[in-house]
């Protein structure tokens, strides 16, 4: 079954930079709408970033637009998020999610995503 690995994220100071990655391992569609969204308890999930790896079409957040760059990865179906000028708004848990639809821009504001990641820990202090 399809599985979802994220990588990168940590503990990072005010004004650093961090990248995520992740990758969709028997994934059997040519192209991913692959996203990322955030967490923080209490809050509604956020939706930060995605990317459509077939075309490389993004789709950002408010809150990433200016800040994070999402980009294809080598390896098919997978992608990274670069994040720069972090703050303590920031922190929260990241997960990666992808589906089959080309569209991300229709499927992320109501996070419609068949696939999801365990999720990583970001943290700005």
């Known amino acids: 079954h399809v599985q979802l690995v994220e990588s990168g994220g940590g503990s990072v100071q005010a004004g650093g930079s961090l990248v995520l990655s992740c990758a969709a391992s028997?994934?059997?569609?040519?192209?991913?709408?692959m996203a990322w969204f955030r967490e923080v308890p209490g809050k509604a999930r956020e939706a930060v970033a995605a990317i459509y790896t077939g075309t490389g079409a993004t789709y950002y957040g408010d809150s990433a637009k200016g800040r994070f760059t999402i980009s294809r990865g080598s390896a098919e179906n997978s992608m990274s998020l670069q994040m720069h000028s972090l703050n303590p708004d920031d922190t929260a848990m990241y997960f990666c999610?992808?589906?089959?639809?080309?569209?991300?821009?229709?499927?992320?504001?109501?996070?419609?995503?068949?696939?999801w990641g365990q999720g990583t820990q970001v943290t700005v202090s």
């Open positions: 028997a994934y059997a569609y040519s192209g991913a709408c």
């Open positions: 999610a992808a589906d089959s639809f080309h569209r991300c821009d229709l499927i992320m504001p109501k996070a419609a995503f068949t696939y």
